[in-house]
């Protein structure tokens, strides 16, 4: 069977990943995260930290993965999802901005903005959606070049972690109570984004 052992074993590997991520969440929400331990969040899920070591490098990398978890492939799919004859342009933004303006939200954004471990993890994964996004793009252009969807996607990775950068930690440098900007941000995107249109709009001419 395609599905067989190793499938099974990806879809363990999976749910304990995902298991992790949402007791690390919890017990930061319950607890402040600076008081949560890793022993804490691999006892929680009746594993090693040993075995916590093998999925997260960090608490602060577990707890933003509940919030994060599978975004990327999420943005890839949205791309694929939308309409063939729409400009490649549009079809990347609007991609992105339906994945990253629909959570975390409540507790978990306050939690996340309010920590600067946190903040600064929560913008460090946005470098994950380069991958599946070329892929992706690669698919839509339908042309032989790897390279210009490779290099379109990390630069469009690169505009989108500037724009969230600016929305959860707005102007200066030293700590701030209130981190999240004014602006929204699908607006934040959409601008950051809209500097990439020339070279989108290029490779979509290609295609």
């Given amino acids: 069977m395609a599905d067989g052992k190793g499938g099974l074993r990806e879809r363990k590997k999976a749910a304990t990943r995902k298991a992790l991520g949402e007791a690390a969440l919890r017990l ?11 022993d804490d969040i691999a006892d929680a899920v009746g594993v090693s930290p040993r075995t916590y070591n093998n999925y997260y490098a960090s608490r602060e990398q577990a707890i933003v993965a509940a919030v994060t978890a599978e975004r ?19 079809a990347v933004t ?6 990253y ?7 978990a954004l306050c ?17 994950t959606i380069a991958r599946p996004l070329a892929s992706a793009i690669a698919e839509r252009t339908g042309g032989t070049d790897t390279l210009a969807p ?10 989108a972690r500037v724009a969230l950068e600016r929305w959860v930690h707005p102007g200066g440098t030293g700590p701030l109570v209130v981190v999240t900007s004014d602006r ?20 979509d001419g290609r295609s």
Avoid: K
């Avoid at 990327?72 to 549009?90: M, Y």
């Avoid at 303006?101 to 507790?107: H, L, M």
């Avoid at 929204?184 to 490779?203: F, I, K, N, V």
């Fill in 94 to 99: 609007e991609a992105v901005v339906e994945q």
């Fill in 184 to 203: 929204p941000l699908a607006d934040l995107l959409r601008e950051a984004l809209g500097h990439l249109e020339p070279a989108l709009r290029a490779l």
């Fill in 150 to 159: 490779a290099v379109l996607a990390a630069a469009v990775s690169a505009a």
């Fill in 28 to 38: 930061a929400l319950e607890r402040g995260p600076d008081n949560v331990r890793v």
């Fill in 72 to 90: 990327a492939l999420r943005v890839a799919e949205a791309l694929r999802a939308r309409p063939a004859g729409e400009p490649l342009a549009r």
């Fill in 101 to 107: 303006t629909t959570e975390p939200a409540g507790d």
């Fill in 111 to 127: 939690l996340i903005t309010s920590t600067p471990r946190l903040r600064a993890e929560f913008v460090n994964a946005m470098s």
